[in-house]
């Protein structure tokens, strides 16, 4: 069992940061792969990015490379999404997901990850 939490998310103009964290609770969450989705309106979840278990790769949607980077620290139960340069259509409720299918290249499908958190609002305004 793994119980993610979200926070970090708000409310940021255009070409802004934020960084959003993962709380994680649950002994598997060390060898857990973890990934970032995010849910616009009207419109499909879809991935954002994710990090194997070591952290040693990182896998990212081509909406966002170069200006969001995933990471983690596995000491303090946290995964982190650091975004930059944010875009009005990064507007979304952003969730955290855990993959314990133990793995070293993180799955950017949703259906590959079965745990959950209850996501955070970004919006991105002018």
């Known amino acids: 069992q793994v119980q993610l939490v979200e926070s970090g998310g708000g409310l940021v103009q255009i070409g802004g940061s934020l960084r959003l964290s993962c709380a994680a609770s649950?002994?598997?969450?060390?060898?857990?792969?973890m990934g970032w989705f995010r849910r616009a309106p009207g419109k499909e979840r879809e991935f954002v990015a994710a990090?194997?278990?070591?952290?040693?790769?990182?896998n990212y949607a081509d909406s966002v490379k170069g200006r969001f980077t995933i990471s983690r620290d596995n000491a303090n139960d946290k995964v982190y999404l650091h975004m930059n340069s944010l875009k009005p259509e990064d507007t979304a409720v952003y969730y955290c997901?855990?993959?314990?299918?133990?793995?070293?290249?993180?799955?950017?499908?949703?259906?590959?990850?079965?745990?959950w958190g209850q996501g955070t609002q970004v919006t991105v305004s002018s």
């Open positions: 990090v194997s278990w070591t952290g040693g790769n990182t």
């Open positions: 997901a855990a993959d314990t299918m133990l793995t070293f290249v993180p799955a950017t499908i949703a259906g590959e990850y079965d745990y």
């Open positions: 649950g002994r598997t969450f060390r060898t857990a792969a």
